[in-house]
């Protein structure tokens, strides 16, 4: 288990890509609408393509978040968050599933985080290069992970943590996410229980 | 179906059973298939076999996320959200609402429920242990509760007939506390597993066994085999494991004997002091709510465990003015479940070369050890373990500190192996653990509500402490790592193992139910849930459930066949 950090290995054309893509924040968030309506579950619908409307997020607000879930999961041979629909499962995950306290909670948190990274970079998160959020993000886990104190007497520790902890359960339990990084099996057929992990290769999804 | 103008012939059966969960499945096949013509009354809402399992073939990324519910149904769920896994999006329509099914708890208890066609052999968990003569001797020899009034060769036969239809996978041991049923091929255990199995044997002579549940490992009178999806809890499409609706209930149906009434919940049942019988159900129709009466030779009461309490205890009348069948004072006391959630878990070193296959639907399984043979402990009666294994999966990528393709590339690789088990101990049946019903609240059909009274006591606190202690000592023992003994608060109800609301005693001051599971005053009425049991044992409860309902059902037959209770 390394602990020990590495710069991301983007190549100049991911790094294009991702400048393009922080362009269209707010306006287009990655073309994949998480979650169906209930009644479409209960029906045993799949979700519908299309664009994410932000419930809970202005532009702004939605762009910083896009911009900080893609600095954990960008895109490389594997898609990125945003790709995976992330802002629009924090979305739902905020304004389906919390509470208004808890809502209340994160809108804070990340008003604070923007006021504090606009501050520190001198403009806005979001359209920050990569490198620069990615840095920016790592020196507050390390903080987070008990291991720096950048910002250690403010919330945004704690608020990375959390938006580091939706993001990744988003994105794996997200069809790319379980299928592209992770092995899925829908039917795996007889259990085995002790087989040469070739055979599975990588981390089961579920 | 229509109600109005139904003569009485109309609503006349040979057999009424009340509840289609699974005992009430069991009855209902045993009495068709000896040719009764048999009602099956279920309060709650029809469920047919895959039909009507709405989320069954839903990926993780078609359920919201998390598969939470709504914010705001929340407070719909208070108390059956106790467990932490039952109220999903996946399977949330499997459960009652608190809103619409209240009850009052003087102290704790965790009700957890589901009211439709199938009852919780839909969710149910599947493990499938038989009871053994030790404890159907249990309270004869320590003085709790009553005795018995059957031993283990009276529920044997039963066991394997339910058993051969039903299919059980497991693994024969040969063990005295925990006998083998009528196995199919057992489902492998793990690396890790296959470790400790070896270490527990080498070091303490204590077996572990594969899981022993009702998930079949092979094609069985035409289901098919478990599929190893671990999604069991929002109905089989293979019907891979058994149910009600995926088993008992076709088979019922397919005698032509079998007439199914959903939306029927059952008010009371009306004694005739002439004959000394129940003569009549009476049903809320909870579409109309309309009151009807049904007519039968014999009444199976298979509501479950509160339930069938709560209808007996408001069945009133001049004969029994404190609920039917209860002279004793017995109906709704001695509830029992089995207390959990102390175990330990660990990590185990190496096998980083290994992985397991599929998603195994239960746990492994370690019989009794404690207070069998010559092992004498400070408390009486014993706990079994079920424990599970795996690799760390992604969810150690969130607290890894590490973003970007190094993230990808963590999550990618599974952990190291973790262990764990979970003891399931037995509860003294306590006279005054007690439920009882509230006349003055009464729920949204008319019908008073249920109050609980009960605790764990001395006995069971003092075997908590060996179920963590024992648990982290055979994991040490195995060379394991992180070795986390843990003993977390319990409320009764949580194992969703309620029993012993009518229990079956020798003695008619002392117990509800005859050796036949016939009320003793009321020979026509039949209760072979969870109500019947005298005492608990630490073994998962609905194999006897089973067995007992089978065995009564054709007893009950066998009776009417020579002229008698009709």
């Excluded at chain 1, 054309?13 to 073309?31: F, P, T, V, Y």
């Excluded at chain 2, 400070?378 to 992604?394: A, E, I, L």
């Excluded at chain 2, 402490?465 to 070795?483: F, P």
Aim: glycine share 10%; charged share 25%; net charge negative.
């Amino acid at each position: 288990m390394s602990k020990e950090m590495h710069n991301p290995q983007l190549s100049e054309a991911q790094l294009i890509s991702r400048k393009e893509a922080i362009k269209r924040a707010g306006l287009m968030m990655g073309g994949f609408v998480f979650a169906p309506a209930l009644t479409g579950i209960l029906q045993g619908c799949t979700p519908q393509s299309g664009e994410w409307t932000p419930v809970m997020f202005d532009a702004d607000q939605a762009a910083t978040l896009k911009a900080i879930v893609d600095t954990i999961f960008p895109e490389t041979d594997t898609p990125s968050a945003s790709q995976v629909g992330i802002p629009g499962f924090i979305d739902e995950l905020l304004s389906r599933n919390s509470s208004k306290e808890d809502q209340d909670v994160f809108m804070a948190e990340l008003t604070e985080f923007m006021n504090q990274s606009s501050a520190d970079l001198e403009g806005p998160f979001a359209t920050a290069d990569a490198e620069t959020q990615y840095e920016y993000l790592m020196e507050i886990h390390k903080t987070s992970a008990g291991q720096g104190e950048t910002l250690k007497d403010t919330s945004i520790p704690g608020f990375f943590m959390k938006v580091k902890w939706m993001t990744v359960v988003g994105y794996f339990t997200s069809e790319p996410g379980a299928t592209q990084v992770l092995r899925y099996a829908p039917i795996p057929g007889p259990y085995r229980g002790c087989v040469p992990f070739e055979e599975v290769g990588r981390t089961w999804a579920t | 179906m229509n109600i109005n103008g139904q003569a009485k012939q109309d609503m006349t059966y040979d057999a009424i059973v009340v509840g289609s969960g699974i005992s009430g499945g069991w009855s209902a096949k045993e009495l068709t298939e000896r040719g009764l013509k048999t009602l099956v009354l279920e309060r709650g809402r029809n469920v047919e076999h895959v039909k009507d399992y709405p989320t069954m073939n839903l990926d993780p990324w078609e359920l919201p996320p998390n598969d939470d519910i709504p914010h705001e149904d929340r407070k719909h769920y208070e108390k059956q959200m106790r467990t932490g896994y039952t109220i999903k999006e996946s399977t949330k329509h499997w459960w009652v609402k608190d809103t619409d099914q209240p009850y009052e708890e003087k102290e704790r208890f965790d009700w957890i429920r589901g009211y439709h066609v199938g009852g919780r052999s839909i969710m149910w968990g599947r493990f499938s242990l038989r009871l053994s003569q030790m404890d159907f001797e249990a309270n004869l020899k320590d003085g709790h509760g009553v005795d018995w009034p059957i031993r283990y060769e009276d529920i044997a036969p039963w066991y394997s007939h339910v058993e051969k239809f039903a299919g059980i996978s497991g693994q024969a041991e040969g063990l005295p506390q925990l006998p083998d049923s009528e196995f199919l091929p057992p489902m492998e255990l793990s690396c890790v597993e296959k470790e400790l199995k070896k270490s527990m044997m080498d070091k303490f002579g204590r077996v572990l066994t594969n899981p022993r549940m009702a998930n079949l490992t092979v094609p069985h009178n035409g289901r098919g085999q478990c599929m190893t999806r671990n999604l069991c809890s929002r109905g089989c499409p293979y019907g891979a494991y058994f149910s009600s609706n995926a088993a008992t209930l076709p088979a019922a149906a397919a005698t032509g004997n079998l007439t199914l009434r959903p939306h029927s919940i059952v008010h009371s049942l009306e004694y005739d002091d002439s004959t000394g019988k129940v003569s009549g159900v009476n049903v809320i129709d909870e579409l109309s709510g309309e009151m009807l009466t049904f007519h039968s030779k014999i009444v199976f009461l298979n509501a479950s465990t509160v339930g069938t309490a709560m209808i007996l205890l408001n069945s009133t009348s001049a004969r029994f003015p404190n609920g039917l069948g209860n002279d004793s004072d017995q109906v709704g006391r001695n509830v029992m479940d089995h207390h959990f959630l102390a175990g330990a878990d660990a990590v185990v070193e190496g096998f980083e070369d290994k992985y397991d296959w599929g998603r195994r639907p239960q746990s492994y399984c370690i019989p009794r050890f404690r207070n069998v043979g010559n092992d004498k402990r400070d408390y009486v009666r014993g706990f079994g373990y079920q424990g599970g294994s795996g690799r760390q999966g992604w969810g150690r990528a969130i607290a890894e500190l590490a973003m970007g393709q190094d993230l990808k590339d963590f999550a990618a690789k599974p952990g190291p192996w973790t262990i764990g088990m979970l003891g399931f101990g037995e509860i003294l049946p306590y006279e005054d653990n007690r439920v009882t019903i509230n006349r003055d609240k009464l729920d949204k059909w008319g019908l008073p509500t249920a109050v609980f009274d009960v605790t764990i006591r001395d006995n069971e606190y003092k075997m908590r402490k060996d179920m963590a202690n024992d648990a982290a000592e055979m994991l040490e023992a195995m060379g394991a790592k992180n070795v986390t003994p843990y003993d977390r608060p319990y409320g009764p109800g949580l194992g969703i193992h309620e029993m012993g609301t009518a229990r079956m005693g020798r003695d008619p001051k002392t117990s509800v139910l005859n050796k036949w599971n016939q009320i003793h005053e009321v020979p026509n009425v039949f209760i072979t849930d969870g109500a019947c049991m005298t005492s608990s044992g630490c073994q998962n409860p609905s194999l006897t459930y089973m067995a007992l309902s089978a065995r009564a059902a054709n007893y009950a037959a066998d009776q009417l066949e020579k002229g008698e209770l009709s």
